[in-house]
């Protein structure tokens, strides 16, 4: 075999859809020259795992670099095992497109190189965003940029310099920063975010209300609708962090206000560039220009439920958009048709995951959106490890289309199964009744026999009909905490006579009725069609049965509290009676 | 409100579709007069949730009968909350389909009674096969068909009378039953199955040789292939379980050899039955008769994978088609398109799942059926969770059709959250190609960058394109019984030199070469093309690399085992070197 006549394969990039695509395309040509340039010493690198590395999860930054059988992935591996040239701390500077030729530049020496190409893959990966914000340059303060960053704050942490940190930015990366900084070396950690909820546009509101409250739990403070205006400094050092209503004081900050692609190098060499400055590619990941293909944090994807293209820059589909380049360069017609945003992330003791779109993501694209938000138990109620978890999914009322779902619960892969099974359906365009009976597996220690995913469309489906009312979440808690804002509206609390009774109690019975469910069939004529009932169980599901008798005996004037007091609870309240 | 106008809903049958479809029709149509019959006295419980109930994961039968908000649900229950007259111990006897009576007796009294109907359900269920041998009627031998019977094992047990168990039958409710016996209650449990291994037609054999290996394991005698030939006793009550090869002691037998449908009523009432005994619905659970309907066991579904009609006796379906029942009844056009066969078991410390086809009922059907058999990290291979499971997925190699995917790993939910989003797809027609980029939702608490359910698909795909020549689990173990059986394989393991080693000391150089994986490009030449080499690694992944290389220097002489050393290990051989 003669490396020498094959194809010379050239890829400029080298932690996730690089790597993949340089080995994938080197198994289907063996002959292929393949050379993956990066101006990185380190490649190929898990960079989702850095927050398990800086908590001390994952102990050694090499684990991150390794494969699963515990081989380092560095330039001898790539060699070695993979027969791939992997040229690191080496910076591409300009392609000549016409002439098929990279202008790299030797970082350590500078000395530059041209290299040719038959074919070329810009996998540049993008930048974190740095706020204009003065401060930025101080020592102390981070973005996530890469593994030589989480070093250096992990050895700063180990070596008890941080006792004070400050996170910017609730999105994923922003709070798994929090938790690592908070959970194994207790750091006194916030978590500032300029919008009001946290995990904005990926999750609506109630599910990011239980996560915060999760957070606080855990002892991060956490500030929604605070951006940071001033990162502050002694003698070249962060000091503090400056919201617009408090100063925080820090001696790390770490700046996880989400990702830009980095796409300067296809800007420059003409390529097309989207208008949020993503590398634009087609389904089998080629640029604009058929030998230049393109994949991972640098370019945008079309959204399989809007048909619009968006950013999403994650190392799993930087892996499948590199494996169908490595295909179409060795002639192979893979596709990549696009993506659905599924997304999950522990934090501490929970997890919460989301595919597709959110309420106020559909609503913003014009869709007929509405909720179906549920609190339902996870496995056989009677199974001993059973526990509540919350799901919210999104549908069009016009179409009933299921646009999203979303999942809060205790850590463990549950909310990850029905994420999963969720995302493979609402991209094919799946209703509410698809989804309805959508055959999840069975056994009382995994799954209800209504399964929660069933049991979320089941409720789709009664308010799609207008079988079923309901409040926001948002509209009950406003109202408990200023009755006024809605002075016509009475609970009708249906739970156990034990557990209404304190509120009862505490609010009185002119803003508190109790009625056990089994007994309103009995005693409906005690209710009156004056005030609008807000009706109030665990999870909601008893609620609607009572709306639906109510109605019937034309008491019309009811609403239910989508998802009940398991979701409100863990929103966590201070009008809660002990 | 007046119920006495009413349409009249009668239902026969009061364990899972029927409550559900008496609830939903219910809510529907308040003013409807919705009536259950059932022979028990005990109804509407869960009845997957009876080994847990023997083993003593659930302390007390009733909750088995509970909501989650902790009510029994008993007659007073559907009256009081439901609104629905529950009539227990009592028996339907015919029905006069012309004149819409169901004719019942109160099993108490003997006394009869006719109902009216406007429209009827049949959730008649299923019964227990029971094996035409003798001993059958010996006291001590149960089926597990109803929660008596349940009570009465339990009872038994914890009274301390049972020290031997044999459990007749290895599927589902044979292993869950064998677990309940040995692990809490330490009853010396035997497992025996006519077939040749665990599970038959729902998992294949490398998945279900795993779970033999692990019930051995933890104490249960597995013997398969033996049928059970007699029940032998002594004064009326069982002292033995006498097979094709030997004879069993026991105090206990359970025989769970499977289930038949309850379809006598609806035959003697003039209702197309089909082959196998089923009731015949059409897609709104309609039977022959367009005013009686029938869900749950007793019926027949179309399998969403096959097309065909097939038996899915499971308490998910049932009450799946008991919603819609319910929906048609009150004159929603609601459909149940059919199933894919998902299943899901725990077994002590690990659980098997699989949803669609397996390779031996894909080939019965005619595919052109093959599998691709992989043995991933559950999660990303550098977090301390990690874990290795088994995934097999079945695909046409004609169409690039999946048709079903098995998987096998610890006790939690990441099997079913792979299982469960298989069974989105594989009942709209996905191919290879589309598991290959479901968007499965990554952190690395959670999955692999690269999933493992795309990572099947990948090995499908390879397997598919003819990239990759793999040998069978089961000839790579007959082989390492005897190596003449195969006497030009030799094996090429590329796992490190710490692990080969003793293989090759024990199995000699000639059986054993050992390359590494990442010194196979340098030193292919000491290879030859005399024998067919069998390439070994821990998860397959590797051998397919270095197949793919060996391909290209003209070394077309290899087989990867698929799975690898990992699917090896967990099936449990006699001659793994220490």
């Not at 974190?128 to 102390?140: A, H, N, R, T």
């Not at 941080?162 to 940190?165: D, K």
């Not at 370019?299 to 809007?306: D, F």
């Not at 008798?549 to 019937?552: A, G, H, K, Q, V």
């Given at each position: 075999?003669?490396?020498?006549?094959?194809?010379?394969?050239?890829?400029?990039?080298?932690?996730?859809a690089?790597?993949?695509?340089?080995?994938?395309?080197?198994?289907l040509?063996?002959?292929?020259?393949?050379?993956?340039?990066?101006?990185?010493?380190?490649?190929?690198?898990?960079?989702?795992?850095?927050?398990?590395?800086?908590?001390?999860d994952?102990?050694?930054?090499?684990?991150?670099?390794?494969?699963?059988?515990?081989?380092?992935?560095n330039?001898?591996?790539?060699?070695?095992?993979?027969?791939?040239?992997?040229?690191?701390?080496?910076?591409?500077?300009?392609?000549?497109r016409?002439?098929?030729?990279v202008?790299?530049?030797?970082?350590?020496?500078?000395?530059?190189?041209?290299?040719?190409?038959d074919?070329?893959?810009?996998?540049?990966?993008?930048r974190?965003?740095?706020?204009?914000?003065?401060?930025?340059?101080?020592?102390?303060v981070?973005?996530?940029?890469?593994?030589?960053?989480?070093i250096?704050?992990k050895?700063?942490?180990?070596?008890?310099k941080?006792?004070?940190?400050v996170?910017?930015?609730?999105g994923?990366?922003?709070?798994?920063?929090?938790e690592?900084?908070?959970?194994?070396?207790?750091?006194?950690?916030?978590?500032?975010?300029?919008?009001p909820?946290?995990?904005?546009?990926?999750?609506?509101?109630?599910?990011?209300?239980?996560?915060?409250?999760?957070?606080?739990?855990?002892?991060?403070?956490?500030?929604?609708?605070?951006?940071?205006?001033?990162?502050?400094?002694?003698?070249?050092?962060?000091?503090?962090?400056?919201?617009?209503?408090?100063?925080?004081e820090?001696?790390?900050?770490?700046?996880?206000?989400?990702?830009?692609?980095?796409s300067?190098?296809?800007?420059?060499?003409?390529?097309?560039?989207?208008?949020?400055?993503?590398?634009?590619?087609?389904?089998?990941?080629?640029?604009?220009?058929?030998?230049?293909?393109?994949?991972?944090?640098c370019?945008?994807?079309?959204?399989?439920?809007?048909g619009?293209?968006?950013?999403?820059?994650?190392?799993?589909?930087?892996?499948?958009?590199?494996?169908?380049?490595?295909?179409?360069m060795?002639?192979?017609?893979?596709?990549?048709?696009?993506?659905v945003?599924?997304?999950?992330?522990?934090?501490?003791?929970?997890c919460?995951?989301?595919?597709?779109?959110?309420?106020d993501v559909?609503?913003?694209?014009?869709?007929?959106?509405?909720?179906?938000?549920?609190?339902?138990?996870?496995?056989?109620?009677?199974?001993?490890t059973?526990?509540?978890?919350?799901?919210?999914?999104?549908?069009?009322?016009?179409?009933?289309?299921?646009?999203?779902?979303?999942?809060?619960?205790?850590?463990?892969?549950?909310?990850?199964?029905?994420?999963?099974?969720?995302?493979?359906?609402?991209?094919?365009?799946?209703?509410?009744?698809?989804f309805?009976?959508?055959?999840?597996?069975?056994?009382?220690?995994?799954?209800?026999?209504?399964?929660?995913?069933?049991a979320?469309?089941?409720?789709?489906?009664?308010?799609?009909?207008?079988?079923?009312r309901?409040?926001?979440?948002?509209?009950?808690?406003?109202?408990?905490?200023?009755?006024?804002?809605?002075?016509?509206?009475?609970?009708?609390?249906?739970?156990?006579?034990?557990?209404?009774?304190?509120?009862?109690?505490?609010?009185?019975?002119?803003r508190?009725?109790?009625?056990?469910?089994?007994?309103?069939?009995?005693?409906?004529?005690e209710?009156?069609?004056?005030?609008?009932?807000?009706?109030?169980?665990?999870?909601?599901?008893?609620?609607?049965?009572?709306?639906s008798?109510?109605?019937?005996v034309?008491?019309?004037?009811?609403?239910?509290?989508?998802?009940?007091?398991?979701?409100?609870?863990r929103?966590?309240?201070?009008?809660?009676?002990?």
């Open positions: 075999m003669s490396e020498k006549n094959g194809a010379k394969i050239v890829i400029i990039g080298g932690v996730a690089g790597p993949k695509a340089a080995c994938r395309v080197k198994r040509m063996q002959d292929a020259q393949v050379t993956i340039i990066d101006e990185d010493s380190l490649i190929s690198y898990g960079g989702c795992g850095i927050p398990y590395y800086v908590s001390g994952v102990s050694d930054e090499s684990e991150l670099r390794s494969t699963s059988f515990h081989m380092v992935r330039e001898n591996f790539f060699k070695d095992a993979k027969g791939v040239d992997a040229l690191t701390r080496t910076r591409a500077l300009s392609i000549d016409k002439n098929k030729i202008l790299v530049e030797h970082v350590e020496t500078g000395a530059q190189q041209s290299i040719a190409y074919k070329l893959m810009l996998a540049t990966g993008s974190p965003f740095v706020l204009p914000i003065p401060g930025v340059e101080l020592d102390g981070f973005t996530i940029s890469n593994l030589h960053k989480a250096e704050i050895k700063r942490i180990a070596g008890g941080v006792s004070r940190a996170v910017i930015g609730g994923a990366i922003g709070v798994e920063m929090a690592a900084l908070t959970d194994l070396w207790g750091v006194e950690t916030t978590l500032v975010e300029f919008m909820q946290l995990l904005p546009r990926i999750v609506d509101f109630p599910m990011a209300a239980m996560l915060a409250s999760h957070l606080r739990e855990k002892g991060v403070a956490v500030h929604l609708g605070e951006g940071a205006a001033e990162i502050v400094g002694e003698e070249g050092k962060v000091t503090a962090v400056r919201t617009s209503a408090r100063t925080i820090a001696d790390l900050v770490i700046m996880a206000a989400g990702v830009r692609p980095r300067e190098l296809a800007r420059d060499s003409g390529l097309q560039i989207s208008p949020m400055g993503a590398i634009v590619v087609n389904e089998r990941m080629q640029t604009s220009d058929p030998f230049i293909y393109a994949a991972g944090d370019i945008e994807v079309r959204h399989l439920v809007s619009k293209k968006f950013y999403a820059p994650l190392g799993s589909l930087a892996n499948k958009e590199g494996r169908v380049v490595g295909d179409n060795a002639g192979i017609p893979s596709v990549f048709k696009g993506a945003g599924s997304f999950i992330m522990k934090a501490f003791d929970v919460i995951g989301a595919t597709g779109l959110s309420l559909a609503l913003a694209e014009g869709y007929d959106a509405d909720v179906a938000l549920t609190a339902p138990s996870d496995r056989a109620h009677f199974f001993p059973v526990d509540n978890v919350v799901f919210q999914m999104v549908f069009d009322r016009r179409t009933r289309r299921v646009l999203g779902l979303q999942g809060f619960g205790p850590m463990g892969d549950g909310i990850s199964a029905r994420i999963d099974a969720a995302a493979a359906l609402v991209g094919t365009g799946a209703t509410i009744d698809d309805g009976t959508l055959e999840m597996a069975y056994a009382p220690p995994f799954s209800a026999a209504i399964d929660s995913i069933n979320a469309a089941y409720v789709a489906d009664n308010i799609c009909d207008g079988r079923l309901k409040i926001p979440v948002i509209s009950f808690l406003l109202w408990m905490e200023d009755f006024s804002t809605q002075p016509d509206w009475i609970a009708l609390d249906i739970r156990h006579l034990k557990e209404t009774g304190p509120f009862v109690e505490k609010f009185g019975s002119e508190w009725l109790a009625v056990p469910y089994n007994e309103v069939r009995a005693r409906y004529r209710l009156s069609a004056d005030k609008t009932m807000i009706i109030l169980c665990d999870a909601g599901t008893r609620s609607f049965e009572i709306q008798f109510l109605d019937s034309g008491l019309r004037n009811s609403q239910v509290l989508s998802g009940g007091f398991n979701v409100v609870r929103i966590g309240v201070d009008w809660y009676p002990e």
